[in-house]
């Protein structure tokens, strides 16, 4: 498929899922340096409030900054950029390279929005990129309601509960997930081994660097930057 009609997928879907984007020899040696890097129990980075109220059990690490160069070839990829413009537009950048890790019996990620959806012109695109397959049994699946990219603020509730039209997908080794910020999205608890994912997050020329400072839950908005839950919400 060429890059327009993805586009207009994305425009519509608020995320594409392609399986097979990039080779299983070159998402090999990457998965075994993620591994390498975490361990089996890597200590945790945020303060207890987040971790109890979002829900959210992810370590993140960001190699790029470590002057680790292993990334930069999945960065460089002529069709990944391509597909980056096509969405973003000319003059699109991207952000140092995010690896998240959650391990074995972690509850993976509540429903959350990356960034407020209040200007929809303003948002982070997550090129997620899976370096092993996710499998049923495991967990770890990302959830999407398709089209809520344009569907304004995530209802607040029940942060884990079940959203009409939820679709749950499954990356593989290899697979690129591309992912408007303003999307309801979720990760489903993981049981069975470590989960990894990758993102390669980028932005539109007119989106300040810092568009995912504020993240939106179902029962709170929340401020990295100052470690502050910033609103909560009840329904
Ligand atoms: O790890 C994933 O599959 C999704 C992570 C996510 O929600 C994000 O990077 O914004
Ligand atoms: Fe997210």
Not at 160 to 173: A, C, E, F, T, Y
Not at 188 to 205: E, G, I, K, Q
Request: glycine share 8%; proline share 6%.
């Amino acid at each position: 498929m060429n890059a327009s009609t993805l586009q207009r997928q994305f425009d519509r879907d608020g995320y594409i899922v392609l399986d097979g984007f990039f080779d299983d020899k070159q998402m090999e040696p990457i998965d075994r340096l993620i591994h390498a890097h975490f361990g089996e129990t890597p200590a945790f980075q945020h303060n207890d409030e987040f971790l109890s109220k979002s829900q959210t059990d992810v370590i993140p690490w960001f190699p790029q900054q470590q002057g680790v160069l292993d990334f930069d070839a999945i960065e460089s990829d002529e069709n990944f950029r391509g597909l980056s413009e096509a969405i973003l537009g000319v003059g699109w950048y991207e952000q140092s390279c995010m690896v998240m890790f959650s391990g074995r019996g972690s509850s993976g990620q509540a429903w959350h929005q990356d960034c407020p959806p209040e200007d929809p012109q303003q948002f982070n695109l997550n090129r997620l990129v899976y370096t092993s397959d996710m499998k049923a049994e495991s967990g770890g699946q990302v959830v999407v309601v398709p089209g809520s990219h344009k569907m304004g603020l995530l209802p607040a509730g029940d942060p884990l509960g079940q959203l009409q039209d939820q679709v749950v997908l499954q990356p593989k080794k290899g697979t690129l997930l591309l992912l408007h910020g303003h999307a309801w999205h979720r990760v489903l608890p993981v049981n069975a081994a470590a989960r990894v994912s990758t993102n390669f997050r980028a932005a539109s020329a007119t989106t300040p660097q810092d568009i995912t400072d504020i993240c939106v839950y179902r029962n709170m908005r929340y401020q990295f930057s100052t470690a502050n839950v910033i609103e909560e919400r009840t329904a």
